[in-house]
């Protein structure tokens, strides 16, 4: 959780930073800002890419709870939206007669 509000505010930062970079770059072209601009926006695409693949890493480093199943059974009288876990497809089912 920290990781992901450390990300958050990094992202904001680095938008704000990039915003002014860009300003002064169509206000006073110069190679500094230019420059500036490519960095604060590779700096935070790694970032988002770090962040990302984190992520990834800590879904499939859990341990404990259900463990994941074949297939999924649905009967009786439902309608909605179904949904089989974290990274399943939801899927629409209609109920009888729509």
Excluded at 29 to 55: F, H, K, N, P, Y
Aim: glycine share 10%.
């Amino acid at each position: 959780m920290v990781k992901r509000s450390v990300a958050a505010a990094l992202t904001v930062v680095m938008a704000a930073a990039v915003n002014v970079t860009t300003g002064m770059l169509t206000q006073r072209w110069g190679w500094a800002w230019l420059a500036a601009t490519i960095v604060l926006v590779t700096v935070g695409a790694v970032s988002q890419v770090w962040l990302t693949l984190a992520d990834r890493t800590d879904r499939t480093d859990r341990t404990g709870g259900a463990e994941p199943r074949e297939g999924v059974t649905v009967t009786g009288d439902v309608s909605g939206i179904v949904s089989t876990g974290a990274d399943a497809t939801n899927i629409q089912i209609n109920p009888p007669g729509a």
